[in-house]
């Protein structure tokens, strides 16, 4: 029996070393470099349930050095499992349009359908994606920030409340305390005691609250009720408020030239039992 072969051209062979080097080469200091940078997917199991997570990587990320992480919660209509809603509205696209005022490792959980943050399920899914992204990237657990828009406001303030300390800085966006459901056709002043006691448990961390004025979904007043419950239990907070802007705040609010550096700039007092 026969064989058959097909001349290969001095230009073809050497095209295929050039391009069988460039390849091991690439290899080799991916491996030495072990980099990775941009918005690159994670997955956790979380109740025997997977999970899609994004982490945000800036492209000067060195393994060796310690970073900043911003923990973003998304709105209501980012809810789903594909782990790609969360990067379209808010911190994502703010980031792609100027990722040098982002050096930080951004989290971006995916919060499920039907539910919000302070279900028991999306909870562990904050801090289990919180965690392992600290972990992986080599975050600072002394400067976690924490913001969110819409839902991801009010789960601002929840996470705040729930394990104060942990955060070294507040940024709700559009949120509250009390979901818009309570909230229609009653009197905010009925719910004085929520916001006095969330604002007690979030205690000194510090707080920056924006909100548009002429919010149709998420009443004004829920940040205007916290802004004055921060002040009497003594908290250190800022205030932001749009006038003539509806529900949108996000956009204008993550496009602050100071807020970067305000959140940048702390750094939590460690607190004995925090996670």
């Known amino acids: 029996m026969g064989c058959s072969y097909q ?3 001095m230009f073809e062979v050497n095209r295929l070393y050039l391009t069988v080097s460039l390849m091991l080469l690439f290899s080799v200091i991916t491996a ?7 918005f690159l997917k994670r997955r956790l199991s979380v109740g025997g349930e997977e999970f899609i997570y994004q982490v945000y990587v800036p492209p000067e990320w060195e393994a ?4 900043p992480v911003i923990l973003f919660l998304h709105g ?4 789903g499992s594909d782990g790609e809603e969360q990067t ?5 696209p703010s980031i792609q349009k100027n990722p040098n005022r982002f050096p930080a490792i951004v989290v971006m959980p995916q919060c499920r359908r039907g539910v919000w943050w302070n279900d028991r399920q999306m909870e562990e899914l904050v801090l289990e994606s919180l965690d392992q992204s600290i972990q992986e990237f080599n975050g600072d657990s002394d400067r976690i920030y924490l913001t969110g828009l819409s839902m991801g406001g009010y789960g601002t303030f929840y996470f705040g409340a729930r394990y104060p300390g942990k955060f070294a800085a507040l940024v709700p966006i559009c949120g509250g305390v009390v979901p818009p459901r309570e909230l229609r056709g009653a009197d905010a002043e009925s719910f ?6 969330t ?17 149709h979904r998420v009443s004004v007043s829920e940040s205007r009720s916290m802004l004055e419950a921060l002040k009497m239990a003594g908290g ?8 003539g802007v509806g529900h949108n705040s996000w956009d204008r609010a993550y496009s602050e030239p100071e807020l970067l550096p305000w959140m940048l700039s702390k750094s939590r007092s460690p607190v004995i039992g925090n996670r």
């Open 76 to 79: 209501a209509g980012e809810r």
């Open 192 to 197: 004085r005691s929520r916001y006095i006691e």
């Open 88 to 92: 379209r509205e808010g911190l994502g």
């Open 32 to 38: 030495v470099w072990g980099k990775e940078s941009g």
């Open 64 to 67: 060796d050095l310690k970073w």
């Open 236 to 243: 250190v907070v800022d205030y932001t408020e749009y006038e």
């Open 199 to 215: 604002a007690e448990k979030i205690g000194k961390t510090p707080v920056w609250i924006f909100h548009g004025s002429d919010d």
């Open 7 to 9: 001349k290969i051209g």
